[in-house]
């Protein structure tokens, strides 16, 4: 006979998690560290109480009140039902803010999605070109059946990602350009000139895709973003996301920009509509104009910035300037970003550890004032644990 098992069925997305989680009932905070997508048995659908969750750059001030309403509602009237209708209504909202049509938008469940069918579509026809640090994780998905690897191009000394060097290394095998702006994990921002100019001297080579997940964090977001390069008929894709200024990370919606003959050509790697939900869709179509909740959330993430760039500074440490909602933290020659992750864990602080062969960096979040107060508090212990170590 089967037993009700509720721990069971909550995916762990790691082997470390899944053994915490099934010999003590409860993921301890260190296996939770292990992955920003885990959650615990005991709380579905979100972070543990007294868990300061700082690894995955979400907004905990989301959803806003009116999404919140709108999600009830549209769950209601529209749960039993496919979401077609939504999605087109949210997909013209899009186009309209733009001047764009329908065919030049793809909504799916969250911008991962389409980030990897871009990426898969793109490999169908040759190797996608990136920096060495960037937010990989869709140009990677290829990877994984077969496909070829990411050609990288190192960052510069200060870690910005370097434009000439990446327009340099375009070859005939380059099918697509993957830049992130604002950049995940070095929250760092390209200057909008220099970024517009390689992007109409690039997009003659190849497909450039510009990943503008953090744009509405920025003070002048508009200022910086390419999207108006697609109207004026230039090779560029820009994906964007409900997840981080709109707090909608759970709810999955993102959306990816581009001429209809990019987005029909990425599109036969997709599903259609038939990720979207009516839920998400609902959340997104509430937020996309509040600009109140926007502002309140800058306000909150500007906050939680100045805690953790004051704590940083108080400890002797040094940070990249930041427009996102994450720090990148230098913990010094011998800094060790794992050690510190795995202190940070021992004290219900979850952040995220080393990224590739970048050792003394450590990325944290902002989220809830008083769990970035958390992480504040627990640097001293935490840096006295790796260093001692
Ligand atoms: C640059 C960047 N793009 C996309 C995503 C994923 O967003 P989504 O939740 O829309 O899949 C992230 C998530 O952290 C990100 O940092």
Not at 160 to 183: E, G, K, R, T
Not at 202 to 222: M, Q, R
């Amino acid at each position: 006979m089967m037993t009700h098992n509720p721990s069971r069925r909550i995916f762990l997305g790691g082997s470390l998690a899944a053994t915490a989680a099934s010999s003590t009932g409860i993921l301890t905070p260190a296996a939770l560290a292990a992955s920003p997508s885990m959650d615990v048995p005991k709380v579905i659908y979100g972070p543990q109480a007294g868990i300061a969750k700082l690894n995955a750059n979400e907004n905990p001030y989301g959803p806003s009140p009116a999404a919140l309403k709108a999600i009830a509602n549209a769950s209601s009237s529209g749960g039993a039902y496919y979401a077609y209708n939504a999605g087109m209504y949210l997909t013209d909202m899009i186009a309209e803010e733009y001047g764009l049509s329908a065919k030049n938008i793809s909504v799916t469940a969250g911008s991962s999605l389409i980030l990897a069918f871009a990426a898969l579509a793109a490999t169908s026809k040759g190797v996608i070109l990136g920096p060495d640090l960037f937010w990989d994780t869709t140009s990677k998905a290829p990877i994984r059946q077969g496909g070829p690897e990411i050609k990288r191009v190192p960052n510069t000394a200060d870690l910005s990602i370097d434009l000439d060097a990446i327009y340099n290394a375009i070859d005939d095998n380059v099918a697509m350009v993957h830049i992130c702006n604002p950049n995940n994990p070095t929250g760092k921002i390209l200057d909008p000139k220099k970024l517009k100019a390689f992007c109409i001297k690039a997009s003659k080579k190849t497909l450039v895709l510009v990943d503008e997940a953090y744009n509405e964090l920025i003070e002048d977001g508009p200022s910086h973003s390419m999207i108006p390069l697609i109207k004026q008929g230039h090779n560029i894709i820009v994906a964007r996301t409900f997840s981080k200024i709109f707090g909608l990370a759970g709810m999955r919606v993102g959306y990816m920009l581009g001429s209809e003959e990019n987005m029909s050509f990425i599109n036969r790697f997709g599903l259609g509509g038939y990720s979207l939900n009516q839920a998400g869709l609902a959340a997104a179509i509430a937020s996309y104009k509040d600009e109140a909740f926007k502002d309140f959330s800058r306000e909150k993430v500007a906050q939680a910035k100045d805690m953790i760039l004051t704590a940083v500074k108080e400890n002797g440490l040094t940070a990249l300037p930041s427009s996102t909602n994450f720090v990148f933290v230098n913990l010094g020659d011998n800094g060790d970003a794992n050690a510190f992750q795995k202190a940070m864990a021992e004290q219900n602080v979850l952040i995220r550890g080393q990224y590739r062969a970048y050792k003394p960096w450590s990325r944290v979040s902002t989220g809830r004032i008083e769990d970035v107060k958390m992480y504040v508090d627990a640097i001293p212990k935490a840096l006295e644990a790796i260093y001692r170590s």
